[in-house]
């Protein structure tokens, strides 16, 4: 069985098993015969794309979600295999360890932030939030003229829809995690 008439076959089961269908229930709602629903998740069949818009449309569901691979239930991110974005002569590095994905709405970066530094970040559109988790050194977030002095442990949350200064006034790397969450 190829990899797609696996992913199809595995996709389709777990949405049925979800919903709690048979394939009697299956083959009423999308015109598919149940010999046919059976063999696909099975892996014993390869649909069509019409076979597949009508599994999708009886579903209710994207074509894309019957086709397309699952996230893996576990991710790991090393430091060491990313490659950081940086800003003012490398005194601020970031590096982006889950990207954006609208359907959780956020993003988790990990930030160097190195002494001296600071860097002011312009306000973000709409409603967006972000929280920032210190792993060591001491961190000074500015909002409207305002020093938040976080230090390792310390975290905080803040409406993004405005321009805020991350800065290290220290002699030390300063690392933290950064969350952005969009509403």
Request: charged share 20%.
């Amino acid at each position: 069985m190829n990899s797609i008439q696996s992913q199809i076959a595995e996709n389709l089961k777990n949405i049925r098993k979800l919903r709690g269908y048979s394939y009697d229930q299956l083959a009423q709602i999308t015109g598919v015969s149940k010999g046919m629903l059976s063999q696909i998740e099975k892996g014993e069949s390869s649909p069509t794309v019409n076979t597949l818009w009508k599994i999708a449309n009886g579903l209710q569901v994207s074509f894309s979600s019957l086709v397309e691979e699952k996230e893996p239930t576990v991710s790991v991110v090393r430091l060491s295999e990313k490659t950081a974005v940086t800003e003012n002569n490398e005194q601020l590095q970031v590096y982006p360890y889950f990207p954006f994905d609208s359907s959780k709405k956020f993003e988790i970066y990990f930030m160097e932030i190195m002494p001296g530094c600071v860097h002011t970040s312009d306000r973000h559109h709409g409603s967006v939030e972000e929280y920032v988790l210190v792993c060591d050194g001491e961190a000074t977030v500015i909002i409207q003229e305002v020093d938040y002095v976080l230090k390792k442990g310390d975290s905080m949350r803040f409406e993004a829809s405005q321009t805020h200064t991350y800065a290290n006034h220290t002699h030390q790397i300063t690392s933290c995690y950064l969350l952005i969450y969009y509403a």
